[in-house]
């Protein structure tokens, strides 16, 4: 079946502009992550849905990160007032249900955002 | 700081011969990990996880080992090949979900 999709695959912007970035998890998975990976860098876990809870928002780096996720489906995250500092590849995860109970995450190609 | 990370920024192994990939990690309640692996302009690819029961587990090719006492994860890729040329992470669970990246070892192989 189809793995974790996101969009767009680049994106550059003008610093202090919103933008929006996708993920379409794999079907059927409840849990979404969203991490950043700066250049050279491992990946920085950001945000955490799981089914209907509450979102674990604790890696969110400022107030203008937030993002959302309809039900087990879509999640868009969202970047308002970029920053030049902000420039990094966000990677998007689903797995089945968590992991630490032996669920694989599985990511998707990433966004590379560049902010001018 | 980071909890997880790697010895050696990077690795480079002839053709054939097995690789030895390290990472440390400063948690001891962590109780689960995992080896992704990153080709160029892609998202990491799970390789193969471990749970803190246990002190090695082996896939296709790869064997992790994890050593509790001095909080030692390695991966070992037997026979490597030119497509296991890639940037390899490892990452440990917190709170069961929550995963922690070190910075990566870069493995190039030469033909």
């Known amino acids: 079946g189809a793995g974790v999709s996101q969009s767009p695959s680049n994106k550059v912007t003008e610093k202090g502009k919103d933008v929006e970035l996708r993920c379409d998890p794999i079907?059927?998975?409840?849990?979404l992550y969203w991490y950043r990976q700066r250049l050279g860098q491992g990946l920085e876990f950001l945000i955490y849905f799981q089914g209907n809870s509450a979102p674990d928002k604790s890696g969110l780096p400022s107030d203008r990160f937030s993002a959302e996720r309809t039900g087990e489906s879509v999640s868009t995250l969202t970047i308002q007032r970029t920053q030049q500092e902000d420039s990094a590849v966000y990677l998007c995860a689903s797995s089945p249900t968590r992991t630490g109970n032996g669920d694989t995450q599985y990511f998707g190609p990433g966004t590379r955002l560049t902010v001018l | 700081g980071e909890s997880v990370g790697l010895h050696l920024p990077t690795l480079s192994v002839q053709e054939g011969d097995n690789s030895i990939i390290n990472c440390a990690y400063s948690?001891?309640?962590?109780?689960?990990f995992i080896w992704y692996k990153q080709e160029s302009g892609k998202g990491p690819q799970f390789i193969i996880d471990i749970r803190s029961n246990m002190d090695k587990r082996q896939g296709q090719r790869v064997t992790v080992l994890l050593n509790k006492t001095v909080k030692h994860l390695s991966l070992q890729i037997a026979a490597t090949q030119p497509g296991d040329s890639a940037v390899y992470f490892c990452?440990?669970?917190?709170?069961?979900?929550?995963?922690?990246f070190g910075a990566g070892t870069t493995v190039t192989v030469r033909a």
């Open positions: 990452a440990e669970s917190l709170n069961d979900y929550k995963l922690s």
């Open positions: 079907s059927g998975h409840t849990a």
């Open positions: 948690n001891s309640a962590s109780d689960y």
